[in-house]
């Protein structure tokens, strides 16, 4: 679920120094994967609500529940390394200390998912989709309390506006409300998925604290491996939730209710599932192989494809204040990563001079 910034985990180091043609084709890899689990993943979950589906807990589980796949590359690269080093090679290079920190961010990402399928059950997807563009303002503030995320004129300009943005939408919904909705519970959606922002803002912040404070050094491996570690822990936790809430022996009956047939409902699962391991793993992906600013403003740009998928196939209606709200977060994200980027500027001026004072 969920989009990043630069405050998302500090690019790790390469294991190994790759070819510039093998670097572009990872880059376009990742950035497929992310494209289409950034689009993809809220309209298929959408479409679960739509057609008959009621599992809150169920959709939440499945947002993390491909993290089977992430076996794949981390079988990969130790097989690579294995070639080099021999039989005594490392299966795994995680630490106890990293591990422990990975099931806490995990669980808290279960909660997250939990409160950001509750939003989506219960809001079209464009809603949501400008809900969750405030994430970029929750982050800039943790990061300021947890990493000492300096603070510029640029991210204090995105901060008001992607506010303003959420504002304008949760002073102007009545005609957005999905028919047979209360306003109780549309407006219970509206503040979930806004605490799922706020709860994802500050877990991006606490990951890359958790890599400053490893003792150990951070490849790309480790990071896969983190990421795998949060996202069964996360899975585990919604799994409890489903078992609680009886998810588990109604999914045979949503099946046989589900609109579309018995068949889709559980292909839907499955892309389900499938969509959203492609946004993690690509995000991580482009973040290696390019930066966290780039992965940022891959998912930024994506917005507007989102939501007009969102009016095309389901026929949401896009009000005036949706526009506004839209133009509002488009103007706080660009503004963010324009501060980003000539921050990124300065840096790299400033390096030539650090180094011949030294």
């Not at 998810?247 to 046989?256: H, L, T």
Request: charged share 15%; hydrophobic share 50%; net charge positive.
């Amino acid at each position: 679920m969920d989009t990043s910034t630069s405050n998302y985990p500090m690019m790790p180091q390469k294991e190994e120094k790759m070819s510039k043609g093998l670097k572009r084709s990872l880059l376009l890899v990742n950035c497929t994967m992310l494209s289409l689990g950034n689009v993809g993943g809220p309209l298929i979950m959408r479409l679960y609500f739509l057609k008959g589906g009621k599992g809150v807990w169920t959709s939440s589980c499945l947002e993390t529940a491909g993290w089977p796949f992430i076996l794949f590359p981390l079988i990969f690269s130790y097989l690579n390394r294995r070639k080099k080093e021999g039989p005594g090679t490392k299966l795994f290079f995680m630490k106890l200390p990293m591990f422990l920190a990975s099931v806490v961010l995990g669980l808290l990402t279960g909660v997250d998912d939990f409160l950001y399928a509750y939003g989506v059950a219960r809001l079209p997807v464009s809603t949501s989709a400008l809900i969750i563009s405030t994430q970029l303002a929750f982050t800039a503030g943790f990061a300021f309390l947890l990493v000492k995320q300096k603070f510029t004129s640029f991210i204090i300009n995105c901060i008001f506006l992607l506010t303003l943005g959420a504002v304008v939408l949760a002073l102007h919904t009545s005609s957005d409300r999905p028919e047979n909705e209360s306003n109780r519970r549309y407006f219970l959606g509206f503040f979930m998925t806004l605490g799922a922002s706020a709860l994802y803002g500050f877990v991006l912040p606490a990951i890359e604290l958790t890599y400053k404070k490893a003792k150990q050094t951070i490849t790309y491996s480790l990071v896969m491996e983190m990421q795998m570690v949060m996202s069964f822990s996360a899975t585990v936790f919604c799994a409890i939730g489903m078992i609680f809430n009886k998810e588990f022996q109604a999914i045979p009956r949503e099946a046989n209710e589900y609109e579309l047939g018995k068949s889709t409902f559980y292909v839907v699962l499955v892309f389900n599932a499938v969509l959203w391991q492609f946004f993690f793993m690509g995000a991580v992906g482009v973040i290696f192989s390019g930066s966290s600013l780039l992965s940022g403003i891959i998912i930024a740009a994506l917005l507007p494809v989102t939501e007009s998928l969102a009016v095309l196939f389901y026929h949401e209606k896009f009000q005036v204040e949706k526009a506004i709200s839209l133009v509002l977060s488009l103007w706080g994200s660009l503004s963010y990563f324009y501060g980003e980027f000539q921050e990124n500027k300065k840096k790299k001026k400033n390096q030539p001079l650090e180094a011949e004072l030294a």
